[in-house]
């Protein structure tokens, strides 16, 4: 994995602790540098302070997403709601405020990592909603011939809504669903994501014909 935090204490610390975990941990202490090491350390998760010497790191995500699926945690002191959703707005898996639990961090890694292997697993399923054909062996939709520009998480979220065939999906399911069973997040990840897949999926993401909201409840998929 790659840890980018521009403090050496909090660094050092969190290498040691993920280490302790089993994981192997490259380390950059500022934006350009975590761009770079993308690159040439390709990690299979990336951890992301927003206070960075070089950029912030929104913009850092920004860029990283641009050029790569690869699942984003964001880890923070800042604990405004404000920040919260513009980190997933800019593209984060998820967002985790300090001081951390070393525990609560790894099982949320490895929530990620499990849904990065399960969209490995080969399947000859495809399911059309709508004018959107969801392709879950090659993890791509598709809508009037041109593929949607998808990331990992927009995709397994649009699936699990999918699967449930017009049914209502609870924020609370789709967290346990999409980022992992024992997931301790709340439910402004789940609408944060589903506002930036109705961006990508629909026509007129501000009167959503696929995506829609069942007020108080959650949401579900229609044709």
């Known amino acids: 994995m790659l840890l980018v935090e521009d403090d050496p204490r909090v660094r050092r610390g969190l290498r040691l602790a993920l280490q302790d975990e089993g994981y192997a941990v490259a380390e950059a202490e500022a934006g350009e540098a975590a761009i770079t090491a993308l690159a040439s350390e390709r990690p299979d998760v990336v951890l992301l302070d927003l206070m960075l010497p070089d950029m912030d790191g929104f913009e850092v995500c920004r860029r990283l997403r641009h050029d790569s699926d690869v699942p984003v945690i964001i880890v923070s002191a800042r604990v405004d709601s404000h920040d919260i959703v513009a980190g997933l707005e800019a593209g984060a898996d998820d967002y985790v ?127």
């Open 97 to 223: 405020t300090k001081p951390l639990v070393a525990k609560e961090l790894s099982a949320r890694i490895r929530a990620l990592l499990r849904r990065v292997d399960a969209d490995g697993v080969p399947r000859s399923r495809r399911t059309v909603v709508g004018d959107l054909e969801i392709r879950l062996d090659e993890a791509v939709v598709v809508r009037d011939g041109m593929e949607l520009p998808l990331t990992r998480t927009e995709f397994r979220l649009l699936a699990e809504l999918a699967a449930a065939a017009g049914r209502v999906c609870s924020r609370e399911q789709l967290l346990e669903k999409v980022w992992g069973y024992g997931y301790f997040g709340d439910g402004r990840i789940v609408d944060v994501h589903i506002r930036r897949l109705r961006t990508k999926v629909e026509r007129d993401p501000a009167a959503p014909r696929h995506v829609v909201t069942a007020r108080g409840l959650g949401y579900r998929l229609t044709g």
